[in-house]
C-alpha cells in the first residue's frame, strides 16, 4: 500500500505542473454554481462531461505526455509489480474525478435539497468514472502519435458517448436503448441515472447488467492493454539500464 501511495502522490503532482487539478477545481466550481442558481438545469449532464468525457481525454493525454517525456513513472517505482502501478495511475485520477462529485453533491444536498440515494451515486460515479479512466489509459497506450490521439478522441465522444448523453436528456426513443448497451458511457448513465431518484426504474437486470459489463470490461482492458503496457516498459528500461552499465 506504501508503495501505491507514493506512486499516487507523484501522479497528483504531476496532475499540479500539467495544470489539470486546477482546471478539474475550476470546472467543478463552474458546474456546481450554474446547478445552484439555475435549477432547471439538469445536474446529470455535468456528471456525464466528468464520468464519460474527462477522464478518457485528461488521463489519456497525461500518459501521453508522460510517455514522450519518457517520465511514465517515477525511477523509485522501476522495482514495483506492473499492477501496482497501474493501480497508482487509477487511484491517482479517481482522486481528482472525486473533485466534481463532492461539488456536486453538496449543491444537490444543500442546495437543491433531493431526496435520493447518495451512496448510490458514489458508488455508480465511482464505477463510471474508473472504466473511463482505464478507457483514457488505453486510448494513450495505443495510440503513437498526438494526431492519433485527437482522433481517437472524436471517435469515442461521437461513437460511444453523444447517443448515450441524447438518450438520457430524451432525444432519442426509449425503445432504442438497448442499442446502446455496448456503450460503457450509456452503462454508467443506468447507474447514475437510477441513483438520481428516490427509487430505481429501470429493470433490475439492466441495473446488475450495467455493473457486470463494466466492470468486466474495466478488467479485460487492464488484462490485455494497460498491464502489458506498463510491463513492456518496465522491462524496457530496466534493458537500457543494463546496456548503459555494460557500455560504461
Not at 176 to 198: D, H, K, R, T
Request: charged residues 15%; glycine residues 4%.
Amino acid at each position: 500500500m506504501s508503495k501505491i501511495g507514493f506512486l499516487i502522490k507523484n501522479d497528483l503532482k504531476r496532475y499540479v505542473r500539467y495544470r489539470i487539478l486546477h482546471m478539474v477545481v475550476i470546472c467543478s466550481f463552474l458546474f456546481a454554481a450554474i446547478v445552484a442558481f439555475f435549477p432547471e438545469v439538469n445536474p446529470s449532464n455535468f456528471l456525464y462531461i466528468f464520468v464519460f468525457i474527462i477522464p478518457v481525454v485528461v488521463f489519456s493525454f497525461s500518459l501521453h505526455s508522460d510517455r514522450v517525456e519518457d517520465q511514465v513513472f517515477p525511477c523509485e517505482a522501476e522495482k514495483c509489480k506492473p499492477m501496482t502501478i497501474v493501480l497508482g495511475k487509477i487511484g491517482s485520477a479517481l482522486l481528482l474525478e472525486l473533485i466534481p462529485l463532492v461539488f456536486m453533491m453538496l449543491i444537490l444536498g444543500l442546495v437543491e435539497r433531493l431526496n435520493i440515494s447518495y451512496w448510490g451515486l458514489f458508488f455508480a460515479y465511482l464505477l463510471g468514472a474508473s472504466v473511463h479512466i482505464i478507457l483514457g489509459l488505453t486510448l494513450s497506450i495505443i495510440s503513437r502519435t498526438n494526431r492519433i490521439l485527437s482522433l481517437n478522441y472524436v471517435v469515442y465522444i461521437l461513437v460511444f458517448c453523444t447517443a448515450p448523453i441524447m438518450y438520457y436528456n430524451n432525444q432519442i426513443p426509449l425503445k432504442y436503448q438497448y442499442f446502446l448497451i455496448f456503450s460503457p458511457a450509456f452503462l454508467s448513465g443506468v447507474l447514475i441515472e437510477n441513483s438520481l431518484v428516490q427509487s430505481p426504474y429501470s429493470p433490475v437486470w439492466l441495473i446488475v447488467l450495467s455493473v457486470f459489463l463494466l466492470i468486466a470490461i474495466g478488467v479485460l482492458l487492464v488484462i490485455f492493454a494497460v498491464r502489458p503496457f506498463f510491463q513492456h516498459y518496465m522491462e524496457r528500461i530496466q534493458k537500457n539500464k543494463r546496456r548503459n552499465v555494460a557500455d560504461e
